[in-house]
Nanobody, 114 residues
């Protein structure tokens, strides 16, 4: 069983930055993909960023140029660096990993507010 634990969420002012981290139980180099979704109140869950086993990344248009996803196989983590945050980035952020099926973390709240 794979367990994913997110950390790094919190309250930040518009224009600020946060770094989310997703720690996986066991080695992450077996995961085909890892990434982050987010869900804002009253909205559908939205794919934010993905990173493949080979390091290929993809981003939602709304975060391109502001967010950067990375994975560290030695630490078994996948991080999301979020810069130039705005109020529309407020959401619960969920880490996921794909092996034979998709595994999810419990989510971490990110609130962007002045």
């Amino acid at each position: 069983q794979v367990q994913l634990v997110e950390s790094g969420g919190g309250l930040v002012q518009p224009g600020g930055a946060l770094r989310l981290s997703c720690a996986a139980s066991g080695s992450i180099d077996r995961f085909y993909y890892m990434g982050w979704y987010r869900q804002a109140p009253g909205k559908q869950r939205e794919l934010v960023a993905t990173i493949s086993m080979t390091g290929t990344t993809n981003y939602a248009d709304s975060v391109k140029g502001r967010f950067t996803i990375s994975r560290d196989n030695a630490k078994n983590t996948a991080d999301l660096q979020m810069n130039s945050l705005n109020t529309e980035d407020t959401a619960v952020y969920y880490c996921y990993a794909v092996l034979l099926r998709t595994f999810w973390g419990q989510g971490t709240q990110v609130t962007v507010s002045s």
